[in-house]
Structures are given as structure tokens and as C-alpha cells.
């Protein structure tokens, strides 16, 4: 059937708001302040983690089937489902969401009302949230309609502010090897952990808009996906620029929050700031709705009903409550030890996956798990800050970071190259065997 642009349009803006949380538009302008005079090299990696890797994950899920338990499955059955799981836990109420809650008091409630305290604010926002979540309703579609083109006209006044009058030139850089910090700092959106199940969701809208063959499908996915990479790219590449226009008026350790809230009010002024500062307060309370009823619609799914929506969404905003009482800024710091561990085995997995037809033996997919997720695991561990564990592993990460493709934050693939090679020659091996006869 001919793919009409009408719906690629749609669809593509529509993965677009799902992958552009809030909470994304706190990296960028960090990364640009940070890296300053090497801003596009740093926006560069940010953009290779996110929003390739993700827009890469929802088209390999797709070519896999379209559900969310897809990525990974050949390793075993279930691993699909657990996998999926843990990403619908990270990106919920573990990490995601209670960052809405804190973002939403730092960088809106505050500008505001500074007396007011973060547990207040987010148990309003909470409070808001599970009764939204339990009870859906038109005016959050509407918002969420009308609230992303809001949020990208202030952007796009912003940027050309920036270009047209910049504050202060950018600064020398902070960080070395600007290129792989901007690839792991794009960890932080967790994009990539939701990409097999926003496939779901694009491969739904497809087929309820009549793309019923797999071929079209492919085809249509790959120009949704491109819609909302552009966009996404667009944006990234934006606020890192902005970001560094202001990088010689910000301190060397200010932290992400703080870092947005600077360079909107160094740009816009206060007003400008006080507007982007609703838009994501908006943008916060219907990612919230919208990862809250995903979590407890995926575990409702789970459980086959056992576990009752209502029960599961009441815990989890009451797990996302306490959670966002550390703040943005120790959220992300718990949540690096985990991205740092899962992320490669995300990454290698969708990687593996393009290729899926012409892996032979789901041992490979194994062994490449195995390979990254052990890169990843080290680094975590060598990084906690806690000594035992710093001078256990601190020399084996620090080993990592001497591998092939470090420079560009991609230390991990080549042990997972290695092990799901040896692991394909096993397999190989034992397939050669001759059949037993007992």
C-alpha cells in the first residue's frame, strides 16, 4: 500500500514527544557548558547514544516483531520479558520518573516560591499524577497535543537568540575526550531502554492505520524513525550550543539543573525563563502520567491480571514520591552506576539485532551480552566511590578505558566482539558433535 506522509508525519512527531521527556532538556545545555570551545564534538557522542541508538532500537524491535520482549529473545524466551522489565522499572519509577518531580520543583517551583520544600511540591505532583494516571483523561492528551510544539517555538526563540546575539563566547573546554563524555552523558535520557517499547507503540499506530505487511511496515517505521531523530537531533544539537555560549559565565561545578536554569535566564531573561519553567512542569506531569501507566499497564500484562492496575500505579507513585526527594542531581548520580552497567548490553544487543538474520547461533547474542555487560559492570563498580570497591576494580576499568574505541565511549565493544565470538565457535563446535545414541 503507498505510505502516506500524512501519517509518517504524525507518527514520527508522536515518537518524538514519547522520547523527549523533560527531563532530556537538562543534558544538553550541561554538555555545552562543560565541553564550552569542543561543544559540537560533545554533542556529536550525546547524539550517537540519543537519539541514534534509540530510534536504532525501535526499528530492529520492529523488524523483530514489534512487541516489547522482542530485543533479546533469541538468548532465551523470557530474557526478552526480564529485560524488558528492568528498562519499564529504570524508566519508571526507579530513575525517569522521580526525576520528573525534582526537576519540575528545581527548576519551576523554586523560581517561583524559593520557601517552598521539595517534599511539598512533590507530593503535589505525585498526588496529581496517580490521580491522572488512574483516571485518564482528554485534557492530558490535550496538553501533551499541544505542549511539545509549545516547548519547540521556545526553543526554537531561544536558539535564534543565540545565534543572533550570543552572551559571551564559549570557554575552553572542561572535560578531555569531549566526543565519549557526550556519549555517556546521553545515558542519562534512558532512551534507549524504552526503545522496544515505544516499537510497540509505533508498530500499533502502523497496523491501526492499515500498514499490514511486513515490508511496508519496515519501510514506514524507518521514515517515522527519521522524523524523530531530525527533531530530536535538531533540538540536542541546539542546546548544547546554547549551552556553550554561556559556558565562560557559569561555574566549573554547577550542576545540570542549575546549568538549564542559566542558560535560559542568561538568553531569554527571567521571563523566558518563567515560561520554559511551566512548559516543563507540563511536560514533567504527562511524562509521569504517561511512564506510570506504562509501568503498571506492562505489569498488569505480566502478572495476566493477577495484580491489579489501580494497586501497582498507587505503589509505584508512592516509590516515585520518595525517590524524588533526593533531587535531581543525586537521582542521576545513583542511576550512572546502573546506566553504566545495562546501557552496553542494551546497545550491543540492538546493534547484534540489525544483523539478526545473519547470526546463526543465538549463543553469539550471548557471548556479546556477556562481553559489554562485564565492561559495563567493572566501570560501575570502580566508580561508587566506595573504597574497597574503587581499588578492587579500579585497575581492571581503567584497563577498559585503554581498549580500542574508548575515545569514542564504545570500550565495550570489543570484548563483546571477542566473547560472542568464542561463544558462536562453541557453538559451532557442539553443532559438528555426533548425535548421541543413549
Known sequence: MTIKTKDILIIGFALFAIFFGAGNLIFPPYLGIVSGESWLSAALGFLTSDPFFPILGVLVTIYLGGRANDLGKRIHPQFGTVLAGIAIILIGPLFSVPRTGATTHEVFIQSLWPNIPIWLSSLVFFALTAYLALNPSKVINNIGKYLTPGILIILFFLVLVTLFNPPAPAAP????????????????????????????????????????????????????????????????????????????????????????????????????????????????????IGLTSAFSNFFVE???????????????????????????????????????????????????????????????????????????????????????????????AQFTYQLPLSQLGLEWLLPALLVAGAFSLYAAMKDKEPASNT
Request: net charge neutral.
Open 173 to 288: 573546554s572542561q572535560i578531555d575526550q569531549a566526543f565519549a563524555y557526550g556519549f555517556k552523558e546521553g545515558y542519562q535520557t534512558m532512551d534507549a531502554l524504552g526503545a522496544s517499547l515505544m516499537a510497540s507503540i509505533v508498530m500499533s499506530e502502523l497496523k491501526a492505520r492499515g500498514y499490514s505487511d511486513k515490508k511496508t511496515q519496515m519501510k514506514a517505521g524507518a521514515l517515522v524513525g527519521l522524523v524523530a531523530f531530525v527533531l530530536l537531533a535538531v533540538v540536542y544539537l541546539s542546546l548544547t550550543y546554547a549551552g556553550s555560549t554561556v559556558s565562560s559565565l557559569m561555574g566549573v561545578n554547577i550542576d545540570r539543573t542549575a546549568s538549564f536554569n542559566g542558560t535560559v535566564t542568561a538568553i531569554l531573561g527571567q521571563w523566558g525563563h518563567l515560561i520554559m519553567g511551566i512548559c516543563v512542569a507540563l511536560a514533567c506531569l504527562t511524562t509521569a
Open 302 to 396: 505480566v502478572s495476566k491480571g493477577r495484580w491489579s492496575y489501580q494497586a501497582i500505579t498507587l505503589v509505584a507513585v508512592a516509590i516515585e514520591f520518595l525517590i524524588s526527594l533526593l533531587g535531581t542531581n543525586q537521582i542521576i548520580f545513583l542511576a550512572s552506576f546502573v546506566l553504566t552497567t545495562i546501557y552496553p548490553i542494551f546497545m550491543v544487543l540492538i546493534l547484534f539485532s540489525v544483523f539478526d538474520r545473519k547470526i546463526s547461533y543465538d549463543l553469539t547474542y550471548t557471548g556479546a551480552v556477556i562481553g559489554a555487560g562485564a565492561v559495563g559492570l567493572v566501570q560501575a563498580l570502580a566508580g561508587t566511590g566506595l573504597g574497597a570497591l574503587e581499588s578492587l576494580f579500579g585497575p581492571l
